[in-house]
């Protein structure tokens, strides 16, 4: 235990643990394997356990990171499009796509800040954005905010457990991370739940099932 401790420690204090992170923030942009929540959360439990790496520092650099990642992927959506290459028409991917599109739509601010948190809706929103040609200036705006959301969101959360398990850094992390990651499964469960829920109250609304309750016959239904 003692060293994992004296690694974590190490790791914490080393000079290329904010390159790495903003490295590690931007590539998780296009790809959902890499755990950039994870280690945010990590690392914010061990800079209050230890001292190591300096908190601001950490919120700086994760909301940067996230920021240049989304914009990034925002770009290559513009450039692109969402249906070049193969993996982007199959079935699950084009419908995830196309849900990005339609919420897009409606609620652009929600789509951005409530994928931030959701690694593989992240991508499909931002690279939907620049496919649609979201206006930039707007999209920017939003990134911004969201990014800066999500990191100070991800520190705090570690930073609580690194006080609660201050001088205990293993423990602190391990119990950060695990929360961390419960947090995000339960969050995507919901979204998806009220998504499906969305759905199905459309698909029932335009399944032609009659005129609403107290509507005369004959007369054009109320607006939903």
């Not at 004296?6 to 643990?17: E, M």
């Not at 800066?148 to 602190?172: D, E, I, K, S």
């Not at 759905?199 to 335009?206: C, D, M, P, V, Y």
């Amino acid at each position: 235990m003692d060293a994992i401790a004296d690694a974590l420690t190490t790791i914490a204090d080393s000079p290329w643990v904010f390159p790495l992170l903003f490295a590690l923030t931007i590539g998780d942009a296009f790809l959902v394997v890499l755990p950039s929540e994870t280690a945010v959360v990590a690392l914010g439990a061990l800079s209050l356990s230890t001292g190591h790496p300096p908190l601001a520092g950490l919120l700086v650099t994760a909301a940067l990171g996230a920021i240049a990642g989304d914009n990034l992927c925002y770009l290559i959506g513009r450039s692109i499009g969402t249906e070049r290459f193969a993996w982007m028409r199959r079935p699950r991917v084009h419908a995830a796509l196309e849900r990005a599109r339609t919420t897009l739509q409606q609620r652009a601010a929600v789509a951005i800040f409530t994928a931030r948190y959701i690694p593989f809706a992240r991508i499909a929103v931002n690279l939907t954005a620049g496919a649609t040609r979201l206006h930039y200036a707007r999209y920017l705006l939003l990134t911004v905010l969201a990014g800066c959301a999500w990191a100070l969101y991800n520190t705090v959360v570690g930073a609580l457990f690194g006080q609660v398990f201050a001088g205990n850094p293993v423990l602190a992390v391990v119990a950060s991370v695990v929360v961390a990651i419960v947090g995000g499964v339960s969050l995507d469960w919901v979204l998806g739940r009220m998504s499906r829920r969305r759905q199905a109250r459309k698909a029932a609304g335009s399944g032609g099932a009659g005129p609403h309750p107290g509507t005369a016959p004959g007369a054009a239904p109320a607006p939903e």
